[in-house]
Structures are given as structure tokens and as C-alpha cells.
């Protein structure tokens, strides 16, 4: 009887300690994450170009992880419109124009699929002015993948009916292209998306494969809502 209360002591201890091993752990690990959380937002928020590209090494790692936190979400949003919709200026001059951090920034939110994600992304297509930063929010919308009430496929015809006026670029054309294959299935009204492609298939400023994918694409849609029709007919 003795050993047996021995053993059950025994076992009574180590079990207590490993609860106590883990809460120690537990904790130490909320305290690690909050710390992450605010070094990131302190670096994020710097006027220093450098911390930015720091903080978003940061924010690489943990979406890797799969450890996004809303403090995060918030730092992504920041550096996705930093020099858009945060602006600093010196003597007049725009001191925080950075389309290569905006542009990390859109192709991370990729990543984090979430409606919060989507529609900062679509906010970006609409106000950035630099073709790369546009391209990287048109590549993330359509890997994301929603279109809820046409909202994605009518942000992207938009942006890129306005870019093919004033700077039109066949790699923001292409991945134009690309994301409407990825949401053609849950388009409601193409009228939009059809107008669009038929536009890069007949803008010479782009590339041919550029325009012949325009066109494959145009046959695809042409066939798939012939298919459509036929279904209602019946």
C-alpha cells in the first residue's frame, strides 16, 4: 500500500509539474507574441525606409507560421498604403513614397485570405498610382479569391481601364488576366470583365502573349456563357 501511495504521489508531482512547465510556457509565449507585436508595429511606423523593410521580414516569418495576429493585420494594412493613404511630407515633398514596401506588403495580404485583407487590397488598386504596387494588389485579389457582388471583378476592370490610359503595362495586363481566370466562376455580371479583356486583346502597347492570352481567355468566356444560355433555353 505504501509503494502504491509512493507511486500515486509520484505521479501526482510530475503531473503538476509538467502543468506548471506548460503554463510557464504558455505564458512566456503570449509574452513573446506580444512583444513581436510590438516591435513590428514600432518598425512599421518608423519614417525609416530600412525599419519598414525589417518590419515586413517580420510579418513574412509569421505568416509563414501561420501566427497572424490584428496587431499584425494592422501593420500590413499600414505598409500596404504607406505614401497613399499615409503621407508625410517635408517642405511640401512626399518623404514616404515607397511602392516596393507597398507592393510586399499587397502580395503578404495574399496570404492572410480574410475580408479585411481583400478590401485594403481593393482600396489599393483603386488609389495607387505606381503599376508594380497595382499589379501586386490585382495578383493578390485573385489569389484570395472572393467577389462578393462583383465588388473584386469590377475594382480590377477599373484599375486596369485606368492604367491602360495613362501608363498602361503589360505585366499589370497580364496579372489582370490571370486573377479573372481565378474569379470567372464566381462572376455574376461579366459584362465588365468581358470589356476589359477585350481591351488588353486589342492594346498594342502590350505584348503579344499578353494579347493572345486575352483572347484565349475571351473564347473561354464566350463558351462558357453560350453554355449558359443554352441551360436557361431549356
Sequence with gaps: MKSLKKIACTACAVLLAFSLVAQERSAEDEYLSTVEDVVITELANSDERDNKLVALQYLESAVEDGRVSPDMMVALDHLAGEGINTQSRQGGRLVNN?????????DLLAKVPTPEAKTTLKNIALADNEPMVITAAVRSLGEIGMNDNDDVVNTIAWANKKNAVL??????AFEVLVAYEKIADKVQD???MIQSVGQIATNYHYVKPVRDRALALLKTLQTG???SNKKESK
Design 190 to 192: 461579366k459584362s465588365a
Design 98 to 106: 515607397y511602392p516596393d514596401i507597398r507592393a510586399k506588403a499587397c
Design 167 to 172: 501608363n498602361p503595362t503589360s505585366s499589370l
Design 225 to 227: 456563357n453560350s453554355g
